[in-house]
């Protein structure tokens, strides 16, 4: 069982920014999609954001243009760029993998989920 390992979270204020990193043994980068997830209290789990073994991306219209995901395939790490964040992006973030990007914004995870990283958004 792959485990993945979420950090970089913490307490930021609007407008701010945190950059989020996930690690992960094997060679699973190079086979699936890497995926960012978040859960707000009292609301499902929802894909925030996706990137594939050749780089291709997937995002959430919620953080178009404001977070950016990339990968270090020889690090074991994906990492989740976060910027002009909002209040409404407070959430524990989580990563996993997918066969492939998604269509919609439904986790279909292939790994159990690790502890996650809480990131808050208060002034």
């Known amino acids: 069982q792959v485990q993945l390992v979420e950090s970089g979270g913490g307490l930021v204020q609007p407008g701010g920014s945190l950059r989020l990193a996930c690690a992960a043994a094997?060679?699973?980068?190079?086979?699936?999609?890497m995926g960012w997830y978040r859960q707000a209290p009292g609301k499902e789990r929802e894909l925030v954001a996706q990137?594939?073994?050749?780089?291709?991306?997937n995002y959430a219209d919620s953080v178009k243009g404001r977070f950016t995901i990339s990968r270090d395939s020889a690090k074991g790490t994906v990492y989740l760029q976060m910027n002009t964040i909002k209040p409404e992006d407070t959430a524990v973030y989580y990563c996993?993998?997918?066969?492939?990007?998604?269509?919609?914004?439904?986790?279909?995870?292939?790994?159990?989920w690790g502890q996650g990283t809480q990131v808050i958004v208060s002034s």
């Open positions: 996993n993998a997918e066969r492939a990007l998604s269509r919609d914004r439904h986790p279909r995870p292939l790994y159990r």
């Open positions: 094997g060679n699973i980068f190079s086979l699936y999609a």
């Open positions: 990137i594939t073994s050749i780089g291709q991306t």
